[in-house]
């Protein structure tokens, strides 16, 4: 991690618990100047330092660009003990740690690209007290034995970033988030801090809850980023938006942010964009590491003036000079648009952030709700599936999308995978993975082919095949299921067998699949009227994420100021009735097209 320096290594001028709160507000302030070079906070800043240095748990909610990580960073930084980030994204904890060590933080994070040592080698530092800092994932924390490592380290400070995604209510619904509060209940119920940058006031009593908050000072600070101005074009047609996207975007001169909502959509309105002659590039998470991390290379240092994106891009990207930020459709929410909209004029210069919005927008996150949130009798009938396809074992030998693709028309591949995740989430069912040493295996090729075929350097091929017939005889013509560690020893097992019938395959000598896993139904699943299913919390959901875009098509449509409408949805206490800054306030043409 490198040498530590002053920053890391200064002990604190003062005891925090002992000391005043005009005192540890001092020594904060003075810890972000030595840091971070900043001379004081910002005012909603201070609100929250002062309620993370109090020692109570706390709920935080600042805009994008309104500095939230320094809330818990700093406070870290004066007090003794490690603080845990829990973050939801790889690259966001890895672009937050790389910018602390930058400024000589010891800092570190643990996930999936690092090897047991190197998780082992930062875990020691935090043991002896060396680190401060230590990002992990929900999913991480929970997984082997991180937490009772943890526990025995002693946790000072429990940060939650993107709280939202604690929340039923919430836009990112991310089931392992909502373990945190049972995880920190077996870390013994550390000081705990939440903190988004978008949450309405269901949201934040749902946080709260989950996360099981003492008392917590809930601090709402400046939502309203005064140098931003909002406006909606409505648009006629695909090809309207297409046009009125190239006018705008020539016209900004400037770095631009435009958000699609797929992956397919990025993909067309870049090669649109540049046709138009506008230097752009796509990202999303469909593409490899590689190319996403050159796109954001590329706008980052400005060879490419417009990043084309879906929500992948945004977390933890600090560029502060984004001038407009472009909605290419309408999201489905307005959390959504508020966050990716923040993107915009985070150095806090005058900034534009653009909706181009097309009625027929609705439907697509209509439909989109309708996959991810099925009706009772979609679920119902997939059950019913399940009970008839499981042997006497309740195994359905098949992988979940298998199963998927084979339901009926009337329920469709994806509303049967939403359906089938909501009896998982029940505890209706488990996925088991495949054995992997058995495999279903089913003969193509004839013994003449065999014969003239697989000879000289193929002739261990040839041996194979030979072991296959002698362990289940006839059976192979039609398909059968085969331990390949129970062959002879000679073959290798597994891990020799895998590759030959990989080269079989590929010449059309057998067709394989591993087999052993599927979907393990619950024992109490023998029962035609049980299934464990909470439709009411069910259905609750879905009126949630209709509620939520109903607000968003309201926003859109408004015919008062844009600004309060945002302000009075994240029940913002500062919310005026007139910006004199949105496209309504300041009487703009809204229409591209009259």
């Known amino acids: 991690m490198g040498m530590l320096v002053a920053c890391t290594m200064a002990t604190m001028d003062i005891s925090l618990a002992a000391a005043s709160a005009a005192e540890r507000l001092a020594a904060a302030r003075a810890k972000l100047l030595e840091c ?27 805009p994008t660009g309104g500095g939230k990580s320094l809330c818990y960073q700093v406070p870290a930084l004066i007090r003794e003990g490690l603080t845990i980030v829990v973050s939801p994204l790889i690259s966001l904890m890895k672009d937050q740690v790389e910018a602390l060590e930058r400024r000589h933080v010891n800092a570190a994070y643990v996930n999936s690209t690092l090897s047991n040592s190197a998780v082992a080698d930062r875990l020691a530092q935090a043991r002896d007290g060396t680190l401060k800092l230590l990002y992990l994932s929900p999913e991480r924390m929970d997984a082997g034995r991180m937490l009772q490592q943890l526990t025995q380290i002693g946790v000072a400070l429990l940060a939650v970033d993107e709280a939202h995604c604690i929340s039923e209510w919430g836009h990112d619904f991310r089931p392992s988030y909502r373990r945190i509060g049972v995880m920190r209940d077996r870390l013994g119920g550390p000081q705990t801090v939440a903190l988004t940058a978008t949450a309405t006031p269901h949201v934040r009593e749902d946080i709260v809850r989950q996360l099981a908050l003492r008392n917590p000072d809930v601090v709402v600070g400046g939502f309203d980023r005064t140098n931003l101005t909002y406006h909606v074009r409505s648009i006629r047609t695909q090809h309207d938006k297409d046009d009125t996207a190239i006018d705008l975007l020539r016209n900004a001169e400037a770095a631009s942010v435009v958000y699609a909502p797929t992956r397919k959509a990025v993909e067309r309105v870049t090669a649109t964009l540049v046709r138009g002659r506008i230097r752009a590039t796509a990202y999303h998470a469909g593409l490899d590491p590689d190319r996403r991390q050159r796109a954001q290379d590329a706008f980052m240092s400005e060879r490419a003036r417009v ?8 977390m933890g990207i600090d560029k502060p000079d984004v001038r407009l930020v472009l909605h290419h459709s309408m999201p489905g929410t307005l959390e959504a648009y508020y966050q990716e909209a923040g993107r915009a004029g985070r150095d ?6 653009i909706l181009l919005h097309n009625f027929a927008d609705r439907f697509t996150h209509e439909f989109f709700i309708a996959g991810s ?3 009772r009798s979609a679920v119902e009938l997939v059950w019913k599936q399940l009970r008839q396809r499981a042997d006497a074992d309740g195994l359905v030998p098949m992988t979940a999308e298998a199963f998927a693709r084979t339901l009926p028309t009337s329920v469709g591949e994806r509303t049967g995978g939403a359906a089938l995740r909501v009896l998982l989430a029940a505890g209706a069912c488990t996925i088991e993975s495949p054995d992997m040493g058995r495999v279903f295996v089913r003969l193509l090729a004839t013994p003449e082919r065999i ?3 697989l000879v000289g350097e193929k002739a261990f091929d040839r041996e194979v095949l030979r072991a296959l017939w002698r362990a289940v005889g006839r059976q192979f013509e039609s398909g059968a299921s085969v331990d390949l560690d129970g062959l002879p020893p000679g073959f290798g097992g597994s891990m020799g067998l895998v590759p030959v019938l990989e080269r079989l395959e590929a ?7 591993r087999s052993g896993g599927g979907i393990r139904l619950h024992a109490d699943a023998r029962s035609p009227k049980w299934m464990p299913v909470d439709w009411s919390t069910l259905e609750r ?3 949630s994420e209709m509620t939520r875009l109903d607000a968003m098509q309201q926003y859109a449509l408004t015919k008062y100021c844009r600004r309060a409408f945002v302000l009075r949805y994240f029940g913002d206490p500062e919310a005026r009735t007139f910006c004199g800054a949105c496209d309504r306030c300041l009487g703009a043409r809204t229409s591209a097209a009259n």
Do not use: K, N
């Not at 990043?307 to 945004?314: C, D, H």
């Not at 806090?348 to 952030?353: A, L, R, Y």
């Open 451 to 453: 014969g003239r075929e």
């Open 507 to 513: 010449r059309q000598f057998v067709m394989w699949t």
């Open 373 to 375: 949130h099925p009706e």
């Open 36 to 62: 971070f070079g900043y001379p004081d906070f910002r005012p909603a800043q201070i609100r929250a330092v002062e309620a993370v240095l109090s020692g109570r748990d706390a709920l935080l909610l600042l």
């Open 541 to 543: 959901r879905r009126r």
């Open 348 to 353: 806090g210069q005058h900034s534009t952030c």
């Open 307 to 314: 990043i084309v994106a879906t929500s992948a891009f945004g």
